[in-house]
């Protein structure tokens, strides 16, 4: 019931494509959604985050898409760039009083070809 | 401004020894939490400190301990290690109530 499951695990795509990834969880206590990008060498870095009184939330080229009757969301990254290449994290955590802690998905690698 | 820094950036250990990692929360923030991070996996929650004190914890054993100093900082110690525990040590910082988790760069902690 803690767990986010996150697909695909990797994920090819070509330079100006839409990447999407994917996440579903179980427990409806969470009400905070981030989504994290990890650089090899590096420590995950937050990208965008999204609340369930939300269906969309856009930045940039980021968008993150949320169905909470599904339990569902998932991060879109359109005009995808070589740059874009990394590992990207779901994950979502309960407020401060009931945990706060964050469970992530078991990651995408997401691959940009020129 | 500083973010999250953490020290040492890799480390090597036998089966059997001790280790303490350190870390550094970004300016203005109290709260700090410690996560494992496997090769290939996401992130798993260890535990997390605030005024000092161990507030909630992740299912990891006693061998895994923290500290959280009065200006913030924190440490990991991990005794009696085992080579499963060679892993990314990853410490991020909230201020209190806060949603997002500022990470560092982690520590890549080897057991031989």
């Known amino acids: 019931q803690q767990q986010v499951k996150q697909s695909p695990q990797s994920l090819i795509v070509q330079k100006g494509g839409i990447s999407i990834i994917n996440c579903a969880y179980e427990n409806t206590a969470f009400d905070y959604f981030p989504w994290y990008q990890q650089f090899p060498g590096k420590g995950p870095a937050l990208l965008i985050a999204?609340?369930?009184?939300?269906s969309e939330k856009k930045e940039g080229r980021f968008t993150i898409s949320f169905n909470k009757s599904a339990k569902q969301f998932s991060l879109h990254i359109m005009d995808s760039q070589p740059g874009d290449s990394a590992t990207y994290f779901c994950a979502a955590s309960m407020d401060y009083n009931q945990g706060g802690k964050l469970i992530f998905g078991q990651g995408t690698e997401l691959s940009v070809k020129p | 401004d500083a973010g999250v820094t953490q020290s040492p950036t890799h480390l090597i250990k036998t089966r059997g020894q001790q280790v303490t990692l350190r870390c550094s929360p970004k300016?203005?923030?109290?709260?700090v939490s410690w996560y494992q991070q496997a090769l290939g996996q996401g992130p798993q929650f260890i535990f997390q400190?605030?005024?000092?004190?161990?507030?909630q914890r992740g299912n990891f054993p006693d061998r895994f301990s923290g500290h959280q100093f009065p200006n913030y900082s924190s440490e990991l110690n991990v005794n009696a290690l085992l080579l499963g525990d060679s892993a990314l040590y990853l410490c991020?910082?909230?201020?209190?109530?806060?949603?997002?988790?500022?990470f560092g760069a982690g520590t890549r902690l080897s057991v031989l």
């Open positions: 999204i609340r369930p009184d939300v």
């Open positions: 991020a910082s909230s201020p209190r109530q806060g949603r997002i988790q500022y």
């Open positions: 300016s203005g923030h109290d709260t």
């Open positions: 400190y605030y005024e000092e004190e161990e507030r």
